[in-house]
């Protein structure tokens, strides 16, 4: 097929780099032949999703070098090359998961960057363009021809079957977690995964290497009142807990030194603040505000062993046909007067005050990636029919997450 009328990218250049992004977005994975500046061949696997917020233009990408392994990541897209040095992008870290430059321009000698790959004659009216695979009608969209004219009931049966595909591959990942960890671990480490959402998944990881379950739950067994302690611990490794100051709010100093009193520093040392991200992250999604949620996931909600209040969570939701219960596992409300409904950071109150640390969403958000696809794992293992019924049950009745960057752009 050849570009229609309907988009017509300048011959010479485009006027601004967001007609080059669009151009990228739309035919991409019907270039033939693409190539990056260090001679490999490169599939586009998926083009991305264009973003609107501090960072690269481009997010989710996913692309294979010379047919190896695919690679998942963000795109930056400039007309010139140098713009890579120009804009401070090598040293900002939120170019770090980076995995290729789009120029429309030809490189220079010296090029400093990511793996790029030249537009400038490849979005030419002239230059055919292959179909790619399994794709049908003018955009392209593997699902057309799949759905096409069914009624909603069908296409929502189709949905709901891949959607179950998705928790089952999920499960299979976590089998593979389990030769070298316990469920407990998993479950913990899978929790606190998805409560670094996208900006502080990797300082969440770090902090799960230094305090791993099997640290933390043995530390809170035999503590009656489990939660100062898992705070303690959890704030302590994350090196977010500060010293008490001269300056610092009353209420805050003391809730800072009852906290020092409880935490020892482990083997391994603490982690410095400045891995942790706080800057373009929303203020309630602050990893201060994650780690009070995780302490009370862990102490109260999911008191030691978690993956037995998961159990016996979803065993529930066989009897009654119902998940409120097994979200409500999940989701951490908080009161009026609490500490931390009106404060962001020790130091730092909050604008208004809040009623959840773990909404109703994000606990789904956790549900569907991380605690269904386990106790799947779990009834496999066990071969138990009514965890399994549970499992199921929970799919089909849980309401749905809230919308994300991916389900806005397809919408």
Known sequence: MRIVDSWRPAIDAPDREVTLTEAWLRWAQRLPDLSDNRGRGLEIIYAGHEWGGVGPDIRDAIVSFDGGLAEHGDIEVHLDA??????????????????????????????????????????????????????????????????????PAD??????????????????????????????????????????????????????????????????????????????LLFGEAGLLPEVTTDMEEGAARKVGELRKLWKPLEIGPMRRSEWRFHGVRPNNWPTRRLVAASRLFATLLAPPP????????????????????????????????????RLDFGRPAS????????????????????????LCIARRQANAVLLKGVREAFVTMGSVAPNRITRYLA
């Open 82 to 151: 140098r713009d890579w040095v120009r804009h401070g992008h090598a040293e900002n870290p939120a170019y770090e998961g980076v995995i290729l430059h789009v120029v429309w321009e030809e490189l220079r000698e010296g090029y400093v960057g990511p793996p790029a790959v030249v537009l400038k004659g490849r979005l030419e009216p002239e230059v055919e363009l292959v179909e790619a695979e399994q794709r049908t009608g003018e955009d392209g969209w593997p699902c057309e021809e799949a759905l096409g004219e069914a009624l």
């Open 352 to 375: 208004a005050r809040t009623t959840a640390l773990i909404g109703t969403a994000r606990a789904r958000e956790i549900l569907a990636n991380v605690a269904l696809p386990l106790s």
């Open 155 to 232: 296409s929502l049966q189709v949905l709901q079957w891949q959607g179950w595909q998705r928790l089952v591959e999920s499960s299979n990942r976590i089998e593979s977690d389990l030769a070298v960890m316990s469920a407990d671990e998993a479950l913990y480490r899978g929790v606190l995964d998805a409560l670094g959402y996208s900006q502080n998944r990797g300082p969440f990881g770090r902090l799960a290497e230094i305090l791993p379950w099997d640290s933390l739950g043995r530390l809170l067994e035999g503590w009656g009142t489990r939660l100062p302690l898992a705070e303690a």
């Open 307 to 342: 993956t037995v209040a998961l159990q016996k969570a979803v065993l529930r939701v066989a009897e009654t046909g119902s998940a409120a219960a097994l979200e409500e596992l999940f989701r951490v409300p908080i009161k009026a007067d609490d500490f931390w409904s009106g």
